[in-house]
């Protein structure tokens, strides 16, 4: 479901491209787009059409070029992917399954693992997916995460990059990160609470973003960085 959803439209917009440069595909691996309806393929095409044309990834041997758009959509879409399901898992833990923010890990490790780009969109992305797919989260509470995690996947791919390529600046990115998050998270909603006239002021921004988020906060920085040593040990991070 995954791949018919994410991965296709994201190869034909690319594949469309280079076939225009002279690059041939064979047809056949298209072929599940014909169960897509049109609103899914304009929709899903649409998310992804950023990453595929970014400047980055336009530069060079078209071969490689098309190896590395693929491999992070692939790894986009399975960060997506877990970002939209795993809610569901940690739902199940009533006491503090929201405080434990699952939808920013894999936001957070698609920027560390593959850039702030993708990052930046799988982040965007994801809580309006989620809400189209499983209408959860409610636009009032998405609206925010979307910014929230945008930033998260941002910032973190960003800083990654700038700070030299040692594990405690992976850290030292990683809290940043957060911090920044919350404040566009704060930001977005004080401008939404100015907007309907509603108040939010210092102590809802702390109760929001820190205090009934601490159970998250300490996941995070406990487990995004093993998790990104480990796979850049394993030679499968593509943002260096």
């Not at 593959?114 to 997916?129: E, K, N």
């Not at 009032?140 to 405690?168: H, R």
């Given at each position: 479901?995954?791949?018919?959803?994410?991965?296709?439209?994201?190869?034909?917009?690319?594949?469309?491209?280079?076939?225009?440069?002279?690059v041939a595909f064979s047809k056949e691996k298209t072929?599940?787009?014909?169960?897509?309806?049109?609103?899914?393929?304009?929709?899903?095409?649409?998310?992804?059409?950023?990453?595929?044309?970014?400047?980055?990834?336009?530069?060079?041997?078209?071969?490689?070029?098309?190896?590395?758009?693929?491999?992070?959509?692939?790894?986009?879409?399975?960060?997506?992917?877990?970002?939209?399901?795993?809610?569901?898992?940690?739902?199940?833990?009533?006491?503090?399954?929201?405080?434990?923010?699952?939808?920013?890990?894999?936001?957070?490790?698609?920027?560390?693992?593959?850039?702030?780009?993708?990052?930046?969109?799988?982040?965007?992305?994801?809580?309006?997916?989620?809400?189209?797919?499983?209408?959860?989260?409610?636009?009032?509470?998405?609206?925010?995460?979307?910014?929230?995690?945008?930033?998260?996947?941002?910032?973190?791919?960003?800083?990654?990059?700038?700070?030299?390529?040692?594990?405690?600046?992976?850290?030292?990115?990683?809290?940043?990160?957060?911090?920044?998050?919350?404040?566009?998270?704060?930001?977005?909603?004080?401008?939404?609470?100015?907007?309907?006239?509603?108040?939010?002021g210092f102590a809802a921004f702390w109760a929001g973003?820190?205090?009934?988020?601490?159970?998250?906060?300490i996941l995070q920085i406990v487990l995004v960085p093993?998790?990104?040593?480990?796979?850049?040990?394993?030679?499968?991070?593509?943002?260096?």
């Amino acid at each position: 479901m995954f791949y018919t959803l994410l991965f296709l439209p994201a190869e034909i917009h690319i594949k469309q491209n280079l076939m225009s440069k002279g690059v041939a595909f064979s047809k056949e691996k298209t072929a599940l787009l014909f169960f897509m309806t049109n609103f899914e393929k304009r929709l899903l095409c649409f998310f992804m059409k950023p990453i595929c044309d970014f400047p980055l990834f336009t530069k060079g041997n078209y071969m490689k070029k098309n190896t590395l758009i693929i491999k992070k959509i692939v790894y986009c879409a399975m960060f997506i992917a877990i970002a939209m399901l795993l809610p569901l898992i940690t739902g199940q833990i009533k006491e503090i399954g929201n405080a434990l923010c699952p939808m920013h890990l894999p936001v957070i490790l698609c920027g560390f693992v593959c850039g702030p780009v993708c990052g930046a969109v799988t982040g965007f992305v994801s809580p309006f997916l989620r809400m189209f797919i499983f209408h959860m989260p409610l636009p009032p509470i998405a609206i925010p995460m979307a910014f929230e995690l945008l930033a998260y996947g941002l910032f973190a791919g960003l800083f990654y990059k700038i700070f030299p390529k040692k594990i405690p600046f992976v850290y030292v990115s990683l809290i940043i990160s957060m911090i920044l998050g919350r404040f566009v998270w704060g930001g977005v909603k004080f401008i939404m609470a100015g907007i309907n006239s509603t108040e939010f002021g210092f102590a809802a921004f702390w109760a929001g973003a820190v205090a009934n988020a601490v159970p998250g906060i300490i996941l995070q920085i406990v487990l995004v960085p093993i998790i990104f040593i480990a796979l850049k040990h394993a030679k499968l991070t593509l943002n260096d």
